[in-house]
Nanobody
């Protein structure tokens, strides 16, 4: 089991920045691919970014590429999402997730993840 706790959400103006954190505890953090997803009211949960447990390859949704950066600190067992140039359409609840899947092309499907955090709200005002 892996326990995930997100933090860092809040209200920000368009063009601003936020950094989300996801603290992991439980089983070995290093053996999981980690991802960020988001869900806006009335919409399905969508993939944002992922970072592989081996090699550190990163994957991004087209909508955030060039603006968001995913990273992880193994010593702190923490996952991050640096979000720059935020837009109102980035408003959503953001969730971190952990995947035990050894290989995937992009880790972009929520079905590939085994553990989820409770989410943190990001609101971008125009």
């Amino acid at each position: 089991q892996v326990q995930l706790v997100e933090s860092g959400g809040g209200l920000v103006q368009a063009g601003g920045s936020l950094r989300l954190s996801c603290a992991a505890s439980g089983r070995t953090f290093t053996r999981y691919t980690m991802g960020w997803f988001r869900q806006a009211p009335g919409k399905e949960r969508e993939f944002v970014a992922a970072i592989r447990w081996v090699g550190g390859n990163t994957y991004y949704a087209d909508s955030v590429k060039g603006r968001f950066t995913i990273s992880r600190d193994y010593a702190k067992s923490t996952l991050y999402l640096q979000m720059n140039s935020l837009k109102p359409e980035d408003t959503a609840a953001y969730y971190c997730a952990a995947s035990r899947k050894y290989y995937s092309d992009t880790y972009s499907s929520s079905d590939e993840y085994d553990f989820w955090g409770q989410g943190t709200q990001v609101t971008v005002s125009s």
